[in-house]
């Protein structure tokens, strides 16, 4: 959603690609610009470590990006999400490892850029075809509030044997079941916010008391004794389960005992990926 364009027809695109050579849109950095392919279907985040040498996709998921319920409203850093991700199948990871993951891996190598870490492949799935729409060098958020809970094994090792190029014997995999993940938002976000709002309905840890499931928090600080809001995207409630209508129905039980002014959420997170479930 940052500096990018979706155009629904020509004219569109012409009048974007416009505004940022000649109109200063995006100021100086939209003075240079790419123009892709539009694909559509079904996105599927994919937080891989990789030494280099390997790549060790941890569990995939989705994110819901627009700020309101059915897709609608603005793009935001993420409103929800679930893993693993219904359209990612065994088939599509496969591909995924073939014409993405490796080749990735192996032009940074051949470019003497040898990458080590948490990528992030953004990928697109069109007819049972992986494409990438986005790629980054980190884990993502809200994917990395359902991947981790996903993850069975040590986080800390993991990383150590990226580091230290060991990662093919890495003992890590992905547990069964699904992860759900609702981010409840400051009224206004993305665009005005207020910030200062008291959160009621956590302990002191900043956790749900009876530990059913956990608050990442992202835009929060302690003013006083009390926890505030400090951002946007205020926290996370993630929650698990065997299936995914009880992660999801989990989460939502628990954000509705976490309150604060203004606060709004996403009421149709893991929608999608039930309905391709169903099918
Ligand atoms: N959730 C999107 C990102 O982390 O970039």
Redesign the pocket.
């Known amino acids: 959603g940052k500096g990018v364009i979706i155009a629904q027809s020509e004219q569109e695109a012409v009048t974007a690609i416009r505004d940022m050579l000649e109109g200063g849109r995006f100021g100086d950095s939209g003075r240079r610009i790419v123009v892709e392919q539009f694909l559509s279907g079904p996105e599927v985040?994919v937080l891989a470590l990789t030494d280099g040498e390997v790549v060790r996709p941890l569990c995939s998921s989705m994110?819901h990006?627009r700020a309101l319920d059915n897709d609608e409203g603005l793009n935001t850093?993420?409103m929800g999400t679930i893993a693993p991700n219904p359209a990612y199948t065994d088939e599509v990871a496969a591909k995924a490892m073939d014409r993405i993951f490796l080749p990735t891996i192996r032009a940074m190598n051949a470019e003497g850029r040898t990458f080590r870490g948490c990528l992030?492949f953004?990928l697109m799935v069109v007819d049972g075809d992986p494409y990438v729409i986005e790629y980054?060098c980190r884990f993502?958020?809200?994917?990395t509030q359902v991947v981790l809970p996903m993850m069975e094994g040590d986080l800390l090792r993991a990383m150590i044997a990226t580091r230290e190029g060991t990662l093919a014997q890495a003992d890590f995999s992905t547990r069964d079941g699904f992860a759900a993940c609702v981010v409840m938002a400051s009224g206004g976000y993305p665009v005005k916010y207020e910030t200062g709002k008291e959160i009621f309905g956590l302990d002191a840890n900043g956790q749900i008391p009876d530990g059913s499931a956990t608050v990442y928090h992202a835009g929060t600080k302690r003013e006083g004794g009390a926890l505030c809001t400090a951002g946007g995207r205020v926290l996370g409630v993630t929650a698990t389960a065997q299936d995914l209508r009880s992660a999801v129905e989990k989460a939502y039980t628990m954000v509705q005992s976490v309150q604060f002014d203004n606060a709004f959420y996403r009421h149709d997170i893991g929608q999608r990926a039930l309905k391709a479930l169903e099918q």
Do not use: I
Not at 140 to 143: K, L, N, Q, V, W
């Open positions: 985040s994110d990006k850093g993420g992030y953004g980054n993502g958020d809200p994917e």
